[in-house]
Protein backbone atom coordinates (compact mmCIF):
# COMPACT_ATOMS: atom_id res chain seq x y z
CA UNK A 1 0.00 0.00 0.00
CA UNK A 2 1.41 3.37 -0.81
CA UNK A 3 -0.35 7.01 0.15
CA UNK A 4 1.20 10.05 -1.94
CA UNK A 5 0.44 13.46 -1.08
CA UNK A 6 1.00 15.77 -4.64
CA UNK A 7 1.42 19.31 -3.92
CA UNK A 8 2.43 22.72 -6.12
CA UNK A 9 5.13 24.73 -4.26
CA UNK A 10 4.98 27.27 -6.33
CA UNK A 11 2.01 29.62 -6.85
CA UNK A 12 0.17 27.28 -8.97
CA UNK A 13 -0.15 25.61 -12.49
CA UNK A 14 3.01 23.60 -12.07
CA UNK A 15 1.88 20.83 -13.55
CA UNK A 16 -0.15 18.86 -10.85
CA UNK A 17 -2.61 17.14 -13.99
CA UNK A 18 0.12 16.33 -15.76
CA UNK A 19 1.96 14.42 -12.98
CA UNK A 20 -1.22 13.05 -11.27
CA UNK A 21 -1.98 11.69 -14.87
CA UNK A 22 1.38 10.10 -14.47
CA UNK A 23 1.42 8.01 -11.07
CA UNK A 24 -2.48 7.70 -11.08
CA UNK A 25 -1.99 4.86 -13.91
CA UNK A 26 -1.26 2.41 -10.80
CA UNK A 27 -2.90 4.18 -8.45
CA UNK A 28 -6.81 2.58 -7.34
CA UNK A 29 -7.69 5.61 -5.82
CA UNK A 30 -7.25 9.35 -6.56
CA UNK A 31 -8.58 11.73 -4.24
CA UNK A 32 -8.86 15.84 -4.54
CA UNK A 33 -8.77 17.50 -1.02
CA UNK A 34 -8.57 20.96 -1.09
CA UNK A 35 -9.92 24.12 -3.33
CA UNK A 36 -12.50 24.03 -6.35
CA UNK A 37 -12.43 25.11 -9.50
CA UNK A 38 -10.64 27.58 -9.43
CA UNK A 39 -7.95 24.58 -10.10
CA UNK A 40 -7.38 24.13 -13.80
CA UNK A 41 -5.43 20.90 -14.15
CA UNK A 42 -4.10 19.83 -17.89
CA UNK A 43 -3.53 16.41 -18.67
CA UNK A 44 -2.30 16.19 -22.25
CA UNK A 45 -3.09 12.59 -23.83
CA UNK A 46 -2.21 11.94 -27.25
CA UNK A 47 -3.68 15.02 -29.30
CA UNK A 48 -6.28 15.76 -26.84
CA UNK A 49 -5.93 18.01 -23.95
CA UNK A 50 -8.18 18.05 -20.59
CA UNK A 51 -8.70 20.59 -18.20
CA UNK A 52 -9.88 19.61 -14.89
CA UNK A 53 -11.50 21.69 -12.75
CA UNK A 54 -12.67 19.42 -9.76
CA UNK A 55 -12.85 16.15 -10.89
CA UNK A 56 -9.41 14.18 -9.89
CA UNK A 57 -7.13 13.94 -12.41
CA UNK A 58 -7.22 10.22 -12.29
CA UNK A 59 -10.96 10.00 -13.71
CA UNK A 60 -9.06 9.62 -17.06
CA UNK A 61 -7.81 6.40 -16.32
CA UNK A 62 -10.60 3.47 -16.52
CA UNK A 63 -10.84 1.11 -13.59
CA UNK A 64 -9.01 4.42 -11.37
CA UNK A 65 -11.47 5.42 -8.73
CA UNK A 66 -11.96 9.34 -8.06
CA UNK A 67 -13.15 10.61 -4.80
CA UNK A 68 -14.01 14.51 -3.91
CA UNK A 69 -12.60 15.04 -0.85
CA UNK A 70 -14.02 16.76 2.31
CA UNK A 71 -11.75 19.92 2.28
CA UNK A 72 -12.80 20.16 -1.44
CA UNK A 73 -15.60 23.17 -2.20
CA UNK A 74 -18.19 21.99 -4.73
CA UNK A 75 -20.18 24.18 -7.51
CA UNK A 76 -22.76 21.53 -8.19
CA UNK A 77 -23.81 23.30 -11.10
CA UNK A 78 -20.55 23.19 -12.23
CA UNK A 79 -19.25 19.82 -11.67
CA UNK A 80 -22.44 18.70 -13.50
CA UNK A 81 -20.80 20.79 -16.59
CA UNK A 82 -17.49 19.44 -16.18
CA UNK A 83 -18.65 15.40 -16.36
CA UNK A 84 -20.80 16.32 -19.15
CA UNK A 85 -17.87 17.72 -20.83
CA UNK A 86 -15.66 15.47 -20.17
CA UNK A 87 -18.09 12.64 -21.02
CA UNK A 88 -18.83 14.34 -24.77
CA UNK A 89 -14.70 13.45 -24.64
CA UNK A 90 -15.32 9.78 -24.38
CA UNK A 91 -14.22 9.52 -20.91
CA UNK A 92 -16.46 7.69 -18.57
CA UNK A 93 -17.21 9.01 -15.87
CA UNK A 94 -20.06 7.26 -13.42
CA UNK A 95 -21.25 8.45 -10.34
CA UNK A 96 -20.94 6.08 -7.34
CA UNK A 97 -18.27 3.40 -9.56
CA UNK A 98 -15.62 5.78 -10.70
CA UNK A 99 -16.37 9.88 -9.38
CA UNK A 100 -17.48 9.85 -5.30
CA UNK A 101 -18.48 13.30 -4.00
CA UNK A 102 -18.03 13.78 -0.12
CA UNK A 103 -20.87 14.10 1.76
CA UNK A 104 -19.15 17.05 3.85
CA UNK A 105 -17.68 18.98 0.92
CA UNK A 106 -19.37 22.30 1.19
CA UNK A 107 -21.21 23.32 -1.77
CA UNK A 108 -20.26 26.91 -3.57
CA UNK A 109 -24.06 28.71 -4.38
CA UNK A 110 -24.75 31.54 -6.73
CA UNK A 111 -24.36 34.58 -4.02
CA UNK A 112 -20.76 32.84 -3.39
CA UNK A 113 -19.65 33.78 -6.70
CA UNK A 114 -21.25 37.47 -6.32
CA UNK A 115 -20.08 37.74 -3.54
CA UNK A 116 -16.61 36.84 -4.52
CA UNK A 117 -17.05 40.38 -7.68
CA UNK A 118 -18.21 42.33 -5.15
CA UNK A 119 -15.64 41.49 -2.65
CA UNK A 120 -12.83 42.04 -5.54
CA UNK A 121 -15.00 45.63 -6.43
CA UNK A 122 -14.67 47.17 -2.53
CA UNK A 123 -11.17 45.89 -2.88
CA UNK A 124 -10.02 48.30 -5.52
CA UNK A 125 -6.15 48.65 -5.91
CA UNK A 126 -5.96 45.82 -3.08
CA UNK A 127 -7.67 43.32 -5.13
CA UNK A 128 -6.62 39.98 -4.79
CA UNK A 129 -7.03 38.56 -8.78
CA UNK A 130 -9.54 35.69 -7.78
CA UNK A 131 -10.75 33.17 -10.50
CA UNK A 132 -14.07 34.16 -9.31
CA UNK A 133 -15.34 31.23 -9.10
CA UNK A 134 -16.96 31.94 -4.91
CA UNK A 135 -14.13 29.97 -2.99
CA UNK A 136 -13.03 32.57 -0.84
CA UNK A 137 -17.10 33.13 0.23
CA UNK A 138 -17.58 29.53 0.30
CA UNK A 139 -14.78 28.84 2.44
CA UNK A 140 -16.21 32.16 4.75
CA UNK A 141 -19.19 30.58 4.97
CA UNK A 142 -17.85 27.02 5.80
CA UNK A 143 -16.05 29.05 8.90
CA UNK A 144 -19.26 30.81 9.42
CA UNK A 145 -21.09 27.74 10.02
CA UNK A 146 -23.63 28.93 7.24
CA UNK A 147 -22.34 27.00 4.63
CA UNK A 148 -24.61 24.10 2.65
CA UNK A 149 -22.91 20.87 2.72
CA UNK A 150 -23.34 18.03 -0.01
CA UNK A 151 -25.29 15.93 2.37
CA UNK A 152 -27.73 18.54 2.95
CA UNK A 153 -29.12 17.85 -0.84
CA UNK A 154 -30.34 14.65 0.14
CA UNK A 155 -33.26 15.42 2.33
CA UNK A 156 -35.62 17.87 1.15
CA UNK A 157 -36.56 18.79 4.85
CA UNK A 158 -32.48 19.28 5.71
CA UNK A 159 -32.11 21.15 2.78
CA UNK A 160 -34.81 23.62 3.46
CA UNK A 161 -33.51 24.68 6.99
CA UNK A 162 -30.17 25.30 5.76
CA UNK A 163 -31.08 27.10 3.06
CA UNK A 164 -33.17 29.04 5.48
CA UNK A 165 -30.33 29.69 7.66
CA UNK A 166 -28.02 30.67 5.25
CA UNK A 167 -30.29 33.45 3.47
CA UNK A 168 -31.33 34.80 6.91
CA UNK A 169 -27.77 36.29 6.43
CA UNK A 170 -26.92 36.80 2.72
CA UNK A 171 -30.05 38.61 1.90
CA UNK A 172 -29.51 41.12 4.59
CA UNK A 173 -25.70 41.52 3.42
CA UNK A 174 -27.26 41.97 -0.64
CA UNK A 175 -29.94 44.18 0.81
CA UNK A 176 -26.99 46.21 2.24
CA UNK A 177 -24.76 46.30 -1.57
CA UNK A 178 -27.93 47.33 -3.12
CA UNK A 179 -28.49 43.82 -5.05
CA UNK A 180 -31.59 41.75 -5.39
CA UNK A 181 -32.31 39.08 -3.28
CA UNK A 182 -31.53 35.32 -3.40
CA UNK A 183 -35.23 33.56 -4.19
CA UNK A 184 -35.38 31.00 -1.67
CA UNK A 185 -38.17 28.58 -3.58
CA UNK A 186 -36.00 29.08 -6.71
CA UNK A 187 -32.57 28.53 -4.98
CA UNK A 188 -34.49 25.32 -3.14
CA UNK A 189 -35.60 24.20 -7.09
CA UNK A 190 -31.99 24.59 -8.45
CA UNK A 191 -30.70 22.72 -5.81
CA UNK A 192 -32.98 19.71 -6.11
CA UNK A 193 -32.45 19.63 -9.50
CA UNK A 194 -28.93 19.81 -9.10
CA UNK A 195 -28.86 17.05 -6.53
CA UNK A 196 -30.72 14.52 -8.40
CA UNK A 197 -28.01 14.53 -10.79
CA UNK A 198 -24.79 14.30 -8.57
CA UNK A 199 -26.46 12.34 -5.08
CA UNK A 200 -25.71 9.24 -6.52
CA UNK A 201 -21.81 10.10 -6.05
CA UNK A 202 -22.22 10.66 -1.92
CA UNK A 203 -20.04 8.78 -0.08
CA UNK A 204 -18.85 8.88 3.46
CA UNK A 205 -15.26 9.99 2.28
CA UNK A 206 -13.51 9.24 5.23
CA UNK A 207 -14.18 5.84 5.60
CA UNK A 208 -13.46 5.36 2.51
CA UNK A 209 -10.15 6.26 1.95
CA UNK A 210 -9.25 4.90 5.53
CA UNK A 211 -10.99 1.72 3.69
CA UNK A 212 -8.54 1.45 0.69
CA UNK A 213 -5.90 2.33 2.85
CA UNK A 214 -6.64 -0.62 4.91
CA UNK A 215 -6.98 -2.86 1.88
CA UNK A 216 -3.52 -1.72 0.86
CA UNK A 217 -4.92 0.14 -2.13
CA UNK A 218 -2.82 2.69 -4.06
CA UNK A 219 -4.19 6.04 -2.91
CA UNK A 220 -2.94 9.48 -4.60
CA UNK A 221 -4.20 12.55 -3.01
CA UNK A 222 -4.28 15.35 -5.75
CA UNK A 223 -3.43 18.74 -4.35
CA UNK A 224 -4.48 21.98 -5.80
CA UNK A 225 -3.11 25.60 -6.11
CA UNK A 226 0.37 25.84 -4.59
CA UNK A 227 2.08 26.16 -1.36
CA UNK A 228 2.67 30.06 -1.55
CA UNK A 229 -0.87 30.26 -2.31
CA UNK A 230 -2.22 28.63 1.00
CA UNK A 231 -4.00 30.74 3.29
CA UNK A 232 -1.46 30.50 6.21
CA UNK A 233 1.46 29.84 4.83
CA UNK A 234 1.28 31.85 1.13
CA UNK A 235 2.17 35.31 1.06
CA UNK A 236 -1.08 36.87 2.48
CA UNK A 237 -3.64 38.14 1.82
CA UNK A 238 -2.92 37.65 -1.79
CA UNK A 239 -3.75 33.86 -1.48
CA UNK A 240 -6.65 31.31 -1.50
CA UNK A 241 -8.69 30.36 1.17
CA UNK A 242 -7.67 26.70 1.95
CA UNK A 243 -5.00 25.19 3.11
CA UNK A 244 -2.85 23.80 0.04
CA UNK A 245 -0.72 21.47 1.66
CA UNK A 246 -0.80 17.80 2.85
CA UNK A 247 -2.27 19.00 6.47
CA UNK A 248 -4.91 19.44 3.80
CA UNK A 249 -6.10 16.40 3.60
CA UNK A 250 -7.22 16.04 7.20
CA UNK A 251 -10.69 17.74 6.22
CA UNK A 252 -10.58 14.38 3.76
CA UNK A 253 -10.89 12.39 6.60
CA UNK A 254 -7.85 10.72 6.43
CA UNK A 255 -4.73 11.52 8.86
CA UNK A 256 -1.54 13.47 7.20
CA UNK A 257 0.47 11.51 9.09
CA UNK A 258 -1.11 8.67 7.35
CA UNK A 259 0.62 9.89 4.08
CA UNK A 260 3.42 7.79 3.60
CA UNK A 261 5.41 10.66 0.97
CA UNK A 262 5.12 13.99 -0.63
CA UNK A 263 6.14 14.74 -4.05
CA UNK A 264 6.39 18.43 -4.90
CA UNK A 265 5.62 20.03 -8.17
CA UNK A 266 7.67 22.86 -9.87
CA UNK A 267 8.01 24.34 -12.48
CA UNK A 268 11.55 24.97 -14.28
CA UNK A 269 10.88 28.72 -13.77
CA UNK A 270 8.28 30.44 -11.79
CA UNK A 271 4.15 31.49 -12.83
CA UNK A 272 1.82 33.47 -11.18
CA UNK A 273 -2.13 34.16 -12.17
CA UNK A 274 -3.15 37.16 -10.11
CA UNK A 275 -1.90 39.67 -7.47
CA UNK A 276 0.84 39.40 -5.40
CA UNK A 277 4.54 39.41 -4.29
CA UNK A 278 6.27 37.91 -6.93
CA UNK A 279 10.28 38.15 -6.47
CA UNK A 280 11.33 36.88 -9.34
CA UNK A 281 8.75 38.26 -11.62
CA UNK A 282 10.09 39.37 -15.18
CA UNK A 283 8.49 42.17 -16.48
CA UNK A 284 10.68 42.44 -19.95
CA UNK A 285 10.91 40.69 -22.85
CA UNK A 286 12.38 37.59 -21.46
CA UNK A 287 9.23 37.32 -19.57
CA UNK A 288 7.34 37.61 -21.99
CA UNK A 289 9.62 34.61 -24.01
CA UNK A 290 8.77 32.41 -21.59
CA UNK A 291 5.30 33.28 -21.15
CA UNK A 292 4.64 32.73 -25.10
CA UNK A 293 7.16 29.43 -24.88
CA UNK A 294 5.35 27.86 -22.70
CA UNK A 295 2.33 28.62 -23.20
CA UNK A 296 1.42 30.46 -20.04
CA UNK A 297 -2.12 31.49 -19.92
CA UNK A 298 -4.85 30.74 -17.01
CA UNK A 299 -6.49 26.78 -17.61
CA UNK A 300 -9.22 28.05 -15.80
CA UNK A 301 -9.24 32.10 -16.40
CA UNK A 302 -7.00 32.30 -19.45
CA UNK A 303 -5.42 34.93 -18.16
CA UNK A 304 -1.69 35.97 -19.25
CA UNK A 305 0.37 33.85 -16.36
CA UNK A 306 2.98 36.42 -14.95
CA UNK A 307 6.51 34.73 -15.63
CA UNK A 308 9.76 35.16 -13.38
CA UNK A 309 12.97 33.02 -12.81
CA UNK A 310 12.88 29.83 -10.57
CA UNK A 311 13.15 30.89 -6.66
CA UNK A 312 14.93 28.99 -4.40
CA UNK A 313 14.26 30.83 -1.50
CA UNK A 314 10.46 30.81 -1.89
CA UNK A 315 10.43 27.04 -2.89
CA UNK A 316 13.18 25.73 -0.19
CA UNK A 317 10.39 27.19 2.08
CA UNK A 318 7.68 25.40 0.76
CA UNK A 319 9.33 22.41 0.40
CA UNK A 320 9.91 22.74 4.27
CA UNK A 321 6.67 23.60 5.23
CA UNK A 322 4.91 20.94 3.55
CA UNK A 323 7.51 18.35 3.88
CA UNK A 324 7.89 17.27 0.51
CA UNK A 325 10.04 14.31 0.15
CA UNK A 326 11.24 14.23 -3.82
CA UNK A 327 10.12 16.88 -6.50
CA UNK A 328 8.77 16.74 -10.08
CA UNK A 329 10.49 19.59 -11.92
CA UNK A 330 8.38 20.17 -15.42
CA UNK A 331 8.64 22.53 -18.25
CA UNK A 332 12.60 22.32 -18.78
CA UNK A 333 12.21 22.15 -21.91
CA UNK A 334 10.54 25.77 -22.02
CA UNK A 335 13.84 27.12 -21.31
CA UNK A 336 15.86 25.95 -24.14
CA UNK A 337 17.21 28.89 -25.81
CA UNK A 338 18.24 31.06 -23.34
CA UNK A 339 21.36 31.75 -23.05
CA UNK A 340 22.22 32.64 -19.44
CA UNK A 341 19.54 31.17 -16.85
CA UNK A 342 18.87 32.79 -13.15
CA UNK A 343 18.21 31.58 -9.70
CA UNK A 344 17.35 33.34 -7.01
CA UNK A 345 19.27 32.11 -4.26
CA UNK A 346 18.32 35.00 -1.41
CA UNK A 347 16.94 38.60 -1.03
CA UNK A 348 17.60 41.85 -0.30
CA UNK A 349 15.24 44.25 1.55
CA UNK A 350 15.50 47.10 3.58
CA UNK A 351 19.00 46.55 4.31
CA UNK A 352 18.79 42.76 5.25
CA UNK A 353 19.50 39.56 3.37
CA UNK A 354 17.34 36.96 3.77
CA UNK A 355 18.20 33.15 3.05
CA UNK A 356 14.96 31.99 4.28
CA UNK A 357 12.17 33.12 3.18
CA UNK A 358 9.90 36.03 4.80
CA UNK A 359 7.10 34.71 5.62
CA UNK A 360 5.29 38.02 5.65
CA UNK A 361 4.18 40.29 3.03
CA UNK A 362 4.92 43.54 4.22
CA UNK A 363 8.53 41.98 4.33
CA UNK A 364 8.26 40.43 1.05
CA UNK A 365 7.29 44.07 -0.75
CA UNK A 366 10.56 45.45 0.00
CA UNK A 367 12.59 42.20 -1.01
CA UNK A 368 14.70 42.00 -4.49
CA UNK A 369 15.77 38.93 -5.14
CA UNK A 370 19.72 37.88 -5.49
CA UNK A 371 20.63 35.50 -8.16
CA UNK A 372 23.27 33.04 -9.09
CA UNK A 373 23.83 33.16 -12.49
CA UNK A 374 23.75 29.83 -14.78
CA UNK A 375 24.34 28.42 -18.32
CA UNK A 376 21.63 28.04 -20.79
CA UNK A 377 21.13 25.21 -23.52
CA UNK A 378 20.17 25.55 -27.02
CA UNK A 379 18.93 22.23 -27.69
CA UNK A 380 15.48 21.26 -28.36
CA UNK A 381 14.29 19.19 -25.00
CA UNK A 382 10.85 17.93 -25.62
CA UNK A 383 12.58 14.66 -27.45
CA UNK A 384 14.79 13.82 -24.37
CA UNK A 385 14.15 11.04 -22.12
CA UNK A 386 16.74 9.90 -20.47
CA UNK A 387 19.35 12.29 -18.22
CA UNK A 388 22.26 11.73 -19.66
CA UNK A 389 21.31 12.85 -22.87
CA UNK A 390 20.58 16.25 -21.77
CA UNK A 391 22.53 18.99 -22.53
CA UNK A 392 25.52 19.46 -19.66
CA UNK A 393 23.92 22.37 -18.91
CA UNK A 394 20.22 21.43 -18.16
CA UNK A 395 21.68 18.94 -15.84
CA UNK A 396 23.79 21.21 -13.96
CA UNK A 397 20.50 23.29 -13.54
CA UNK A 398 18.82 20.63 -12.44
CA UNK A 399 21.62 19.14 -10.23
CA UNK A 400 21.99 22.86 -8.78
CA UNK A 401 18.21 23.29 -7.72
CA UNK A 402 18.52 19.74 -6.29
CA UNK A 403 21.44 20.74 -3.90
CA UNK A 404 19.91 24.12 -2.98
CA UNK A 405 16.67 22.72 -2.54
CA UNK A 406 18.07 19.60 -0.26
CA UNK A 407 15.79 16.74 -1.62
CA UNK A 408 16.15 14.86 -4.64
CA UNK A 409 13.92 15.85 -8.24
CA UNK A 410 13.92 11.95 -9.60
CA UNK A 411 11.64 13.32 -12.44
CA UNK A 412 12.01 15.81 -15.27
CA UNK A 413 8.80 16.88 -17.22
CA UNK A 414 10.21 18.21 -20.97
CA UNK A 415 6.36 18.82 -22.20
CA UNK A 416 2.63 18.39 -21.74
CA UNK A 417 2.72 15.01 -23.17
CA UNK A 418 2.25 11.75 -21.45
CA UNK A 419 5.56 10.85 -22.75
CA UNK A 420 7.67 13.46 -22.00
CA UNK A 421 9.07 12.51 -18.75
CA UNK A 422 12.54 11.72 -17.87
CA UNK A 423 13.08 9.34 -14.97
CA UNK A 424 16.64 9.77 -13.33
CA UNK A 425 16.60 6.03 -11.54
CA UNK A 426 17.21 5.66 -7.73
CA UNK A 427 18.40 8.69 -6.50
CA UNK A 428 21.33 7.81 -4.59
CA UNK A 429 20.54 6.65 -0.89
CA UNK A 430 16.58 7.56 -1.36
CA UNK A 431 15.50 4.47 -2.77
CA UNK A 432 12.36 4.61 -2.14
CA UNK A 433 11.41 7.95 -3.09
CA UNK A 434 12.17 6.89 -6.99
CA UNK A 435 9.25 3.99 -6.25
CA UNK A 436 6.82 6.71 -5.28
CA UNK A 437 7.53 8.65 -8.78
CA UNK A 438 7.41 5.09 -10.60
CA UNK A 439 10.54 5.73 -11.37
P1 LIG B 1 -1.64 22.44 -12.70
O1 LIG B 1 -2.68 23.42 -12.31
O2 LIG B 1 -0.53 22.34 -11.71
O3 LIG B 1 -2.17 21.09 -13.06
O4 LIG B 1 -0.97 23.02 -14.03
P2 LIG B 1 -1.75 23.67 -15.29
O5 LIG B 1 -2.40 22.57 -16.05
O6 LIG B 1 -2.60 24.79 -14.87
O7 LIG B 1 -0.56 24.31 -16.08
C1 LIG B 1 0.51 23.55 -16.53
C2 LIG B 1 0.64 23.75 -18.03
O8 LIG B 1 1.89 23.27 -18.45
C3 LIG B 1 -0.37 22.94 -18.82
O9 LIG B 1 -0.68 23.64 -19.98
C4 LIG B 1 0.37 21.65 -19.14
O10 LIG B 1 -0.13 21.00 -20.28
C5 LIG B 1 1.74 22.19 -19.36
N1 LIG B 1 2.85 21.30 -19.03
C6 LIG B 1 2.96 20.38 -18.04
N2 LIG B 1 4.21 19.87 -18.02
C7 LIG B 1 4.88 20.46 -19.02
C8 LIG B 1 6.23 20.38 -19.50
O11 LIG B 1 7.06 19.66 -18.97
N3 LIG B 1 6.55 21.20 -20.54
C9 LIG B 1 5.67 22.04 -21.13
N4 LIG B 1 6.09 22.77 -22.14
N5 LIG B 1 4.41 22.15 -20.71
C10 LIG B 1 4.02 21.38 -19.66
P1 LIG C 1 -4.18 25.17 -9.82
O1 LIG C 1 -4.73 24.03 -8.99
C1 LIG C 1 -2.94 29.32 -10.05
C2 LIG C 1 -5.00 32.17 -7.46
C3 LIG C 1 -5.86 33.20 -8.15
C4 LIG C 1 -5.70 34.35 -7.18
C5 LIG C 1 -5.69 33.64 -5.83
C6 LIG C 1 -7.04 33.63 -5.11
O2 LIG C 1 -4.59 25.11 -11.24
O3 LIG C 1 -2.71 25.29 -9.62
P2 LIG C 1 -9.28 32.27 -5.55
O4 LIG C 1 -10.18 32.22 -6.74
O5 LIG C 1 -8.73 30.95 -5.15
O6 LIG C 1 -9.88 33.00 -4.38
O7 LIG C 1 -8.03 33.20 -6.02
O8 LIG C 1 -5.27 32.32 -6.08
N1 LIG C 1 -5.31 30.76 -7.82
C7 LIG C 1 -4.56 30.01 -8.63
N2 LIG C 1 -3.47 30.33 -9.35
N3 LIG C 1 -3.41 28.06 -10.08
C8 LIG C 1 -4.48 27.72 -9.34
O9 LIG C 1 -4.92 26.46 -9.22
C9 LIG C 1 -5.13 28.73 -8.59
N4 LIG C 1 -6.21 28.75 -7.79
C10 LIG C 1 -6.30 30.00 -7.30
O10 LIG C 1 -5.36 33.52 -9.42
O11 LIG C 1 -4.45 34.96 -7.34
MG1 LIG D 1 -3.67 25.09 -13.06
Known amino acids: MSSICVVGI?????????????????????VRYSGGNNAGHTVVVGGDKFVLHLLPSGILRPGTQNLIGGGVVVDPWELVKEIEGIRGLGIQVELGKNLFISWTAHLILPYHRMQDKVMEELRGHGKIGTTGRGIG???????????????????????????????????????????????????????????????????????????????????????????????????YPYVTSSSVGPSGIGAAGFPPRNVQRVVGVAKAYTTR?????????????????????????????????????????????????????????????????????????????KGRKYEVFPAGVPDLDHCEARYQELEGWEEDLTGVRTFEELPAAARAYVEFLEEGLGIPIPVLSVGPGRNQVIHRGAPSGKGSNARALGV
Do not use: H
Not at 11 to 23: A, F, N, Q
Not at 157 to 180: H, I, T
Not at 295 to 311: I, L, N, S
Open 273 to 349: VGEGPFPTELLDDLGERIRTQGREFGATTGRPRRCGWFDLVAVRYAVEVAGVDELCLTNLDVLSGLPKLQVAVSYEG
Open 10 to 30: QWGDEGKGKVIDMMSESSDLV
Open 137 to 235: PAYQDRASRIGLRFSDLADREVLAKRVDAALAFKNRFLQGLGKPRIDRDQLLQDLEEVGRFLLPGGVDAGAEIRRAAREKKEILFEGAQGMMLDVDLGT
